[in-house]
């Protein structure tokens, strides 16, 4: 399920509240045996996954995924094997070009409620989170790439097996954790499921750089720039301030976006 912090003049209900969201979703259902391969999907989830003119059935579920998202789905499905009944099914996002996908899997079993197979419910969230918008030069993108993008206006992170949308304004900073992140904000770290990679080319390259291999931050959450023993820290706003580490590759872009051209020149 969906989770937003409320608004105090949210309607409960009406084309502004999150149920009337909820209901206007297409569903998306694939079907797969023990061995996970695609036995039967409904007509949304072939308009929406990536399969191309291939026929999908009898093919591994991972196949018709992109490489960076395989890994996550295997595991989403082994997680659901959970051995507690009546478990809650696993939770997570896909990123597909230009599209996000929030996937859960519940697995299914027989009367003696041994597994016979799982099936894959996925909601298209991408209008819900994310707005269209024209390529940014900041992008180094290609004139003949360029065109209109998506970027997110909330990012969908995991906490207690439900999906919280998490306002882009308030991201403080981002660190990458393997092939996920955690996003945080002023009231803590939030896991996301999603790479520090796909978060990135999925922000306002003029609000948010990625600084250090791990770390993407908010440059309006930026509090000070601090230069010692050659090293670049950036210090977030906050009661406790944090300190993020600057690559030397970032500093140049850096320094720009932060109006600070010749400050790398002084001394220490």
């Not at 409904?42 to 579920?61: C, H, T, W």
């Not at 299914?108 to 024209?134: K, Q």
């Not at 509090?223 to 009661?239: A, C, H, P, Q, S």
């Amino acid at each position: 399920m969906l989770h937003a912090a409320p608004r105090a003049n949210a309607p409960a209900s009406g084309p502004g509240s999150w149920l009337y969201v909820l209901e206007r979703f297409d569903i998306g259902l694939v079907q797969l045996d023990l061995e996970l391969r695609v036995v039967g999907m409904n007509d949304f989830a072939r308009r929406s996954l990536p399969v191309q003119e291939k026929m999908p059935f009898g093919e591994i579920v991972t196949s018709f995924h992109p490489l960076s998202s395989r890994a996550k789905v295997e595991f989403l499905i082994k997680q659901s094997e959970c051995p507690v009944n009546d478990a809650p099914p696993m939770t997570m996002i896909i990123n597909l070009p230009e599209r996000m996908l929030l996937i859960k899997v519940s697995k299914l079993s027989n009367e003696r409620r041994e597994t016979v197979g799982y099936t894959l419910v996925f909601h298209d969230i991408t209008e819900v989170i994310s707005h269209e918008t024209e390529a940014d030069p900041l992008r180094g993108v290609p004139d003949a790439e360029a065109g209109p993008k998506r970027l997110l206006r909330k990012i969908p992170t995991t906490r207690q097996g439900r999906i919280m949308l998490v306002d882009v304004p308030e991201v403080s900073f981002i660190r990458s954790d393997g092939h996920y992140t955690w996003v945080h904000t002023a009231q803590g770290g939030q896991f996301c499921n999603l790479n520090i990679g796909d978060l990135e080319s999925r922000l306002d390259p003029g609000q948010f750089l990625r600084v250090h291999r791990s770390f993407i931050v908010n440059l309006s959450q930026v509090n000070e720039f601090v230069r010692e023993d050659g090293r670049i820290t950036l210090r977030m706003k906050g009661e406790a301030p944090i300190e993020i580490p600057v690559s030397r590759g970032s500093t140049s872009v850096l320094l720009e976006q932060l109006g600070l051209i010749g400050v790398s020149q002084l001394n220490p």
